[in-house]
Nanobody, 114 residues
Framework: QVQLVESGGGLVQPGGSLRLSCAASGISFNFYAMAWYRQAPGKQRKLVASITGGGNTNYTDSVKGRFTISRDNAERTVTLQMNSLKPEDTAVYYC????????WGQGTQVTVSS
């Protein structure tokens, strides 16, 4: 059974930081590209950042220089370090694993507000 379990969301003031983590089980983690998506209310789910099994990363333009995605293949985790958060970063953040099949976590809420 595949499980992706996110943690680390919460409420933070503008300019603050949060670190999201996703723990994977039930997949051959090293082979999977891992990604973080987000979905704001009333909007489509969109890619935030991705990382291949070999560590190549990709970011949407709006988070470049502020967010960092990383993975630990031994621990089977992927993290998203989010700095200089803005109100427009408010969304539910989802972990995704893809290697042919695609799997999703349950999501974690990130709210950036003063």
């Amino acid at each position: 059974q595949v499980q992706l379990v996110e943690s680390g969301g919460g409420l933070v003031q503008p300019g603050g930081s949060l670190r999201l983590s996703c723990a994977a089980s039930g997949i051959s983690f090293n082979f999977y590209a891992m990604a973080w998506y987000r979905q704001a209310p009333g909007k489509q789910r969109k890619l935030v950042a991705s990382i291949t099994g070999g560590g190549n990363t990709n970011y949407t333009d709006s988070v470049k220089g502020r967010f960092t995605i990383s993975r630990d293949n031994a621990e089977r985790t992927v993290t998203l370090q989010m700095n200089s958060l803005k109100p427009e970063d408010t969304a539910v953040y989802y972990c995704n694993a893809k290697y042919g099949n695609s799997y999703w976590g349950q999501g974690t809420q990130v709210t950036v507000s003063s």
